[in-house]
């Protein structure tokens, strides 16, 4: 591969874009330059030639001097911040931060900046370098400046330093929500059963916190997305997992028989169904939710709905004006005409006017989502809970989507994010997401990205945030380019971190960071400064530092004690099938293995065996337990007892012996990713009362009660 042009290398430095990284075995790899043309494309920035490269160039320079202050200034408390300011030569500047709670500060100080100024048109423009006092509090304020006649401000945010821990040991039990239906649900698993089951596991086995898939909405018409990593908004809420008999108004439904008949047909019909059917219950469950809507409401009702309506804004209405134009015109927005394809455009406001009950009754959904997601957490903390429900954040969102087009303008187009080849998934992954442009994040001061966590971590005790670090670097793949031909573009790990501190802080949440996968050493070690948690998977948990040179197991006393640790994840079979191979077998079947499946799968036994045999060492597993997988999978989450991690979890997939897997990463429609309902060893469904009398899950719930407090 030839070197790239000089101009084309710095321009991809000035905008973060990578011109080669270390892959996960350690190789140095170039990045195409047809790869770092269509990724600097995304970011706007014309590329092709060396005439486009220098007129960039010079336009970032430009673009930079042009402006008075930065489009964002990141803090910490106990910390000074330094920042920039372009004025006139030789004018006088005059500097003040208004805080949140409305008072003044003045007390910045300059420091020295010797950097020559810049001739912008005729204008000589001087820099000079500012300094905050540390002791700002924490929260968003802004900066004020006076110079050149005229007045600027820009935002500057104080996060907190590092965000505290929860106190003591915790364990958790992780579920995807869809697959655990009850007897009263509606073909599927709702923010009723969500609460069941934090009760149970609380109050039977005293687990602090219960973490969920992600909850965010999917288009509200046929066919659903199954993923709940390919949501249509992640700023709002997938009404599937609304209980209809949850809602006040229900109990003043006319011919509440009938409603009572539909979710007994659907069900009937869930019972008979290999699949979670999402199209089948959202059907049954919007219209019982129509006729819920229709209830005229008390007056206390109508102040809460109209409180609410305020508080989520035009976020709000775009997103229930979307939902009412998937239904009429389909999910995907670049289908739509033209006029429709943007949410400032005059057609979309004479739309939701025309359709204002249509729009309303999405907004109304939300409504109802906030309260039950509300009670929910409120019934876990009550149960004994010192977290509550743990929500998941997904990276990103479908392009065609309700954030991508009430977003559009804060996206990169022509890219999609992903994953480049790693040992787990040998030829990359491509999510199909389009990523944030971290220029125009900044821009408009990380607002849209504020938004998003605020409203994660509005009924929950903790967060955990998919592929973290896509905060720092962010795999983008051009269009119609396979995984591997992309390159990494960074963001400002500072203000994006940052803001989910700030935001975790004021709603006391703990944050955990799926860090698994290709990661640089120096992002672990900004986590834990930051205060938040880590992930570690026991298969993946590797001694590569010490006498073992084949990465052997890692002790479990050199575990990260800030850390969430499981024995297996959503992309993993259960532990049963994964001991017995299937994640090496489904991937063979599925053309997704790029040696021999009896290579892959000699080395994965040889990976158990020392597992194994770890587990013989610390007196967890004898000889005659080692053909016995439930003593085996017990074994496994009683060595998550030893580590020092603070936070322990265990699937409910494993509890109940599960056997199929809930996603193979690579697959689409090859594989039923995300519709496996849940079952026992046999592969006989169960419901939720299944699982509260369920041996082996009373067995593994003691388990996890007595590794986080071994004298129970």
């Given at each position: 591969m030839t070197e790239p042009a000089a101009s084309l290398v710095e321009l991809a430095r000035r905008y973060g874009v990578a011109t080669?990284?270390?892959?996960?075995?350690?190789?140095?790899?170039?990045?195409?330059?047809?790869?770092?043309?269509?990724?600097?494309?995304?970011?706007?920035?014309?590329?092709?030639?060396?005439?486009?490269?220098?007129?960039?160039?010079?336009?970032?320079?430009?673009?930079?001097?042009?402006?008075?202050?930065?489009?964002?200034?990141?803090?910490?408390?106990?910390?000074?911040?330094?920042?920039?300011?372009?004025?006139?030569?030789?004018?006088?500047?005059?500097l003040r931060v208004h805080l949140e709670d409305g008072s003044v500060r003045t007390d910045l100080r300059q420091l020295e900046n010797n950097r020559p100024p810049y001739d912008l048109g005729g204008r000589l423009v001087g820099e000079a370098t500012f300094e905050t006092p540390a002791d700002l509090p924490i929260g968003y304020h802004r900066l004020e400046l006076d110079a050149d006649s005229q007045a600027f401000s820009t935002p500057l945010f104080v996060s907190p330093a590092s965000l505290q821990p929860p106190s003591g040991r915790q364990w958790g039990l992780a579920?995807?929500?869809?697959?655990?239906?009850?007897?009263?649900?509606?073909?599927?698993?709702?923010?009723?059963?969500?609460?069941?089951?934090?009760?149970?596991?609380?109050?039977?086995?005293?687990?602090?916190?219960?973490?969920?898939?992600?909850?965010?909405?999917?288009?509200?018409?046929?066919?659903?997305?199954?993923?709940?990593?390919?949501?249509?908004?992640?700023?709002?809420?997938?009404?599937?997992?609304?209980?209809?008999?949850?809602?006040?108004?229900?109990?003043?439904?006319?011919?509440?028989?009938?409603?009572?008949?539909?979710?007994?047909?659907?069900?009937?019909?869930?019972?008979?169904?290999?699949?979670?059917?999402?199209?089948?219950?959202?059907?049954?469950?919007r219209s019982a939710l129509e006729a819920v809507y229709e209830v005229p409401r008390s007056g206390g009702r109508e102040l809460a709905y109209?409180?609410?309506?305020?508080?989520?804004?035009?976020?709000?209405?775009?997103?229930?004006?979307?939902?009412?134009?998937?239904?009429?015109?389909?999910?995907?927005?670049?289908?739509?005409?033209?006029?429709?394809?943007?949410?400032?455009?005059?057609?979309?406001?004479?739309?939701?006017?025309?359709?204002?009950?249509?729009?309303?009754?999405?907004r109304w959904l939300q409504w109802q989502l906030d309260d039950q997601l509300t009670a929910a957490q409120a019934t876990a903390l009550q149960t004994g809970m010192s977290l509550g429900i743990m929500h998941d954040l997904a990276v990103g969102v479908d392009p065609?989507?309700?954030?991508?087009?009430?977003?559009?303008?804060?996206l990169a187009l022509g890219v999609t994010a992903g994953a480049p080849p790693d040992e787990f998934n040998q030829l990359g992954q491509d999510w199909s997401q389009p990523p944030w442009g971290p220029d125009q994040l900044e821009k408009l001061a990380y607002e849209p990205f504020r938004a998003l966590v605020n409203a994660v971590l509005r009924h929950a005790g903790g967060v955990r945030i998919d592929h973290i670090i896509g905060l720092f670097r962010l795999w983008w793949i051009p269009n119609g380019a396979p995984p591997t031909e992309g390159t990494y573009v960074r963001y400002d790990h500072e203000a994006m971190i940052g803001i989910v501190a700030l935001e975790a802080h004021r709603a006391g949440a703990v944050v955990v960071g799926e860090d698994l996968g290709t990661v640089e050493p120096w992002v672990r070690d900004y986590l834990h400064e930051r205060g938040l948690f880590g992930t570690s998977i026991l298969w993946f948990e590797a001694d590569r530092d010490g006498d073992d040179a084949t990465g052997g197991p890692l002790p479990a006393e050199r575990w990260r004690e800030f850390c969430l640790s499981a024995v297996t994840t959503h992309d993993l079979p259960p532990t049963a099938a994964y001991l017995a191979g299937e994640h090496v077998r489904l991937r063979d079947e599925l053309g997704l293995l790029t040696r021999p499946a009896a290579e892959e799968l000699a080395d994965d036994r040889?990976?158990?065996?020392?597992?194994?045999?770890?587990?013989?060492?610390?007196?967890?597993?004898?000889?005659?337990?080692?053909?016995?997988?439930?003593?085996?999978?017990?074994?496994?989450?009683?060595?998550?007892?030893?580590?020092?991690?603070r936070l322990l979890s265990l699937s409910l997939t494993d509890a109940v012996g599960d056997m199929r897997t809930q996603n193979q990463p690579g697959t689409t429609d090859e594989y039923p990713n995300w519709r496996v309902p849940l079952a026992g060893p046999d592969g006989k469904k169960l419901l939720l009362e299944d699982v509260f009398a369920d041996a082996n899950a009373e067995r593994l719930g003691e388990v996890m009660r007595k590794a986080v407090r071994p004298q129970v």
């Amino acid at each position: 591969m030839t070197e790239p042009a000089a101009s084309l290398v710095e321009l991809a430095r000035r905008y973060g874009v990578a011109t080669d990284y270390e892959d996960w075995a350690g190789r140095r790899i170039a990045v195409a330059e047809s790869t770092l043309i269509s990724v600097l494309a995304a970011l706007g920035v014309p590329a092709a030639t060396e005439a486009d490269r220098s007129a960039a160039l010079t336009a970032h320079d430009r673009e930079y001097w042009s402006r008075h202050l930065p489009p964002t200034i990141i803090g910490r408390t106990g910390s000074t911040s330094t920042f920039w300011v372009h004025v006139t030569h030789g004018a006088p500047v005059s500097l003040r931060v208004h805080l949140e709670d409305g008072s003044v500060r003045t007390d910045l100080r300059q420091l020295e900046n010797n950097r020559p100024p810049y001739d912008l048109g005729g204008r000589l423009v001087g820099e000079a370098t500012f300094e905050t006092p540390a002791d700002l509090p924490i929260g968003y304020h802004r900066l004020e400046l006076d110079a050149d006649s005229q007045a600027f401000s820009t935002p500057l945010f104080v996060s907190p330093a590092s965000l505290q821990p929860p106190s003591g040991r915790q364990w958790g039990l992780a579920t995807q929500l869809y697959s655990v239906r009850s007897e009263r649900s509606w073909g599927i698993g709702d923010l009723t059963d969500l609460t069941d089951l934090a009760v149970w596991s609380a109050a039977r086995h005293a687990a602090g916190y219960i973490l969920v898939n992600p909850l965010h909405a999917a288009a509200p018409v046929a066919p659903m997305e199954p993923s709940p990593y390919l949501p249509t908004s992640r700023r709002f809420v997938n009404p599937i997992y609304l209980r209809v008999e949850a809602i006040p108004e229900y109990a003043y439904v006319r011919r509440r028989n009938r409603l009572r008949k539909l979710r007994e047909g659907v069900q009937s019909r869930a019972d008979r169904a290999d699949q979670v059917d999402r199209d089948a219950a959202w059907k049954v469950k919007r219209s019982a939710l129509e006729a819920v809507y229709e209830v005229p409401r008390s007056g206390g009702r109508e102040l809460a709905y109209a409180a609410f309506r305020e508080r989520d804004g035009a976020s709000l209405d775009d997103f229930a004006t979307w939902c009412a134009l998937a239904e009429r015109h389909g999910a995907d927005w670049h289908r739509w005409p033209r006029e429709l394809q943007h949410p400032a455009g005059e057609a979309v406001a004479a739309f939701a006017a025309e359709n204002a009950d249509a729009v309303d009754f999405h907004r109304w959904l939300q409504w109802q989502l906030d309260d039950q997601l509300t009670a929910a957490q409120a019934t876990a903390l009550q149960t004994g809970m010192s977290l509550g429900i743990m929500h998941d954040l997904a990276v990103g969102v479908d392009p065609n989507g309700a954030d991508s087009w009430a977003l559009q303008d804060v996206l990169a187009l022509g890219v999609t994010a992903g994953a480049p080849p790693d040992e787990f998934n040998q030829l990359g992954q491509d999510w199909s997401q389009p990523p944030w442009g971290p220029d125009q994040l900044e821009k408009l001061a990380y607002e849209p990205f504020r938004a998003l966590v605020n409203a994660v971590l509005r009924h929950a005790g903790g967060v955990r945030i998919d592929h973290i670090i896509g905060l720092f670097r962010l795999w983008w793949i051009p269009n119609g380019a396979p995984p591997t031909e992309g390159t990494y573009v960074r963001y400002d790990h500072e203000a994006m971190i940052g803001i989910v501190a700030l935001e975790a802080h004021r709603a006391g949440a703990v944050v955990v960071g799926e860090d698994l996968g290709t990661v640089e050493p120096w992002v672990r070690d900004y986590l834990h400064e930051r205060g938040l948690f880590g992930t570690s998977i026991l298969w993946f948990e590797a001694d590569r530092d010490g006498d073992d040179a084949t990465g052997g197991p890692l002790p479990a006393e050199r575990w990260r004690e800030f850390c969430l640790s499981a024995v297996t994840t959503h992309d993993l079979p259960p532990t049963a099938a994964y001991l017995a191979g299937e994640h090496v077998r489904l991937r063979d079947e599925l053309g997704l293995l790029t040696r021999p499946a009896a290579e892959e799968l000699a080395d994965d036994r040889e990976q158990q065996n020392r597992w194994l045999d770890e587990l013989r060492r610390v007196g967890l597993l004898d000889d005659a337990e080692r053909s016995d997988t439930a003593e085996i999978v017990a074994a496994l989450h009683r060595y998550l007892g030893r580590t020092p991690s603070r936070l322990l979890s265990l699937s409910l997939t494993d509890a109940v012996g599960d056997m199929r897997t809930q996603n193979q990463p690579g697959t689409t429609d090859e594989y039923p990713n995300w519709r496996v309902p849940l079952a026992g060893p046999d592969g006989k469904k169960l419901l939720l009362e299944d699982v509260f009398a369920d041996a082996n899950a009373e067995r593994l719930g003691e388990v996890m009660r007595k590794a986080v407090r071994p004298q129970v």
